[in-house]
């Protein structure tokens, strides 16, 4: 901002009165395309906004609603990941979510829930790809270190989990299947990786999936 008001005096120095109520033409252009730009960042940002969520290249497949103790989350699942969809519907159909909680919660990492005593949930394959990446946002398998051993248990990331690498050098996205997107609920997302948890990751006052269902 300096320099343009220096270039501006400089410019106009015979006529002081003039360059005082009129700005250039080129910098009164550089002013609109500034406000321009700061109004389309502004309408971008909303408090339930992710990477994943303007993420236009991902398969959709049916929306489902996860009512929580704490808020709403709607999920878009993915349809180009069947098995792992087919299954996470099937427990939702089944009501096997219905009054669980969510069991681990790391601040600045990820939500996880769906672990059930009710039913015995068989495993699944994982369903890497080359589009399978876990940004803030995206709902994923949880699994045990053993490859294909995902069953009913899930996790929301509330971070961009994508850059993470290990020492024997496996990626976080070569491991963990991405099947779907938090479309509206970040937010109470984002609230629910806040709560006081004990010494292993579990909240300190329960975090309740009271129902889950398939909308669309």
Same mark, same amino acid.
């Given at each position: 901002?300096?320099?343009?008001?220096?270039?501006?005096?400089?410019?106009?120095?015979h006529t002081?009165?003039?360059s005082s109520k009129k700005l250039p033409l080129a910098i009164g252009l550089l002013i609109i395309v500034g406000v321009v730009a700061v109004a389309v960042y502004?309408?971008?940002?909303?408090?339930? &906004? &992710?990477?994943?969520?303007?993420n236009t290249n991902v398969p959709s497949g049916n929306v489902v609603l996860l009512q929580t103790s704490m808020g709403n989350i709607t999920i878009q699942?993915?349809?180009?990941?069947?098995?792992?969809t087919n299954n996470f519907k099937n427990l939702v159909q089944q009501g096997v979510y219905d009054g669980t909680i969510f069991h681990r919660v790391i601040v600045g990492f990820m939500i996880q829930g769906g672990m059930?005593?009710?039913?015995?949930?068989?495993t699944i394959p994982d369903e890497i790809g080359s589009n399978n990446?876990?940004?803030?946002?995206?709902?994923?398998?949880?699994?045990t270190s053993q490859p294909n051993s995902a069953t009913s248990q899930f996790f929301i990331n509330v971070a961009d989990n994508s850059k993470i690498t290990y020492q024997d050098g496996s990626t976080f996205d070569g491991i963990y299947t991405v099947f779907g997107t938090v479309t509206s609920g970040?937010?109470?997302?984002?609230?629910?990786?806040?709560?006081?948890?004990?010494?292993?990751?579990?909240?300190?006052?329960d975090v309740t999936l009271i129902k889950a269902e398939i909308i669309d």
């Open positions: 901002m300096t320099p343009g008001r220096s270039g501006r005096q400089k410019k106009f120095k002081p009165r003039k502004m309408f971008g940002m909303n408090g339930s &906004s &992710s990477p994943a969520e303007n699942l993915r349809d180009d990941k069947p098995t792992t059930n005593t009710s039913a015995s949930v068989a990446h876990s940004v803030i946002g995206t709902v994923a398998m949880a699994k970040m937010d109470v997302a984002n609230a629910i990786s806040q709560v006081t948890t004990d010494s292993n990751d579990k909240p300190l006052t």
